[in-house]
């Protein structure tokens, strides 16, 4: 069940601004201002979505969860999933809207869990497709945690301060306390 990235963030979760501002650089120098942009898009692509180290989306964004059958509860990636909309490809091969009255939404151990009313039937699904059903989510938070964006700005500055990451002396280390900050925001995937 590995996730597809239909629409990514409209923004990240820290601007050039904010960087500028943490870094201590002139708000009108922008001579490294593509540098710094780009450390803010690899800080952000290093914690979040399915394959950021949080294990979580931080921004909203939505994704495409494959699912083989219909289960009473499924489970899905994320733990702060916003929204969910399910698709199923009937007997048929045609792709059809599974209605939202049929199911709820509910926060789990394991991520966010679609669980189905028990009086409903669930539909037939076709064969000639490994993963008929879809499970489209919308997932992040609507505010990014203030320690979150504080980890970001950490780690683009420390990449800016230490353009090479190994030096003919010492490794540069992560910035004091990112580690911290990060590990309480952290979700491991059963």
Known sequence: MTPTLVTAPASLPVSLEDVKDHCRLPPDQTIEDTLLQGYISAAT???????????????TQTWAV????????????????QSVALTYRDTDEIERVFSADNYNLLPGPLGGEVWMKP??????????HPYPITATIVAGWT???????????????SWYEHREAITDIRAVPVPFGYAEIIAKYRWVRP
């Open 66 to 81: 494959p699912f083989k059958c219909w289960d009473y509860r499924m489970v899905l990636p994320f733990p702060n999933v």
């Open 45 to 59: 692509a290093h914690l979040d979505g399915y394959n950021g180290i949080l294990g979580r989306c931080m921004v």
């Open 143 to 157: 505010e990014v945690p203030d320690d979150l964006k504080q980890a970001i700005l950490m780690l683009v500055a």
């Open 119 to 128: 009086s409903i039937t669930r539909p037939s699904l076709g064969d000639d």
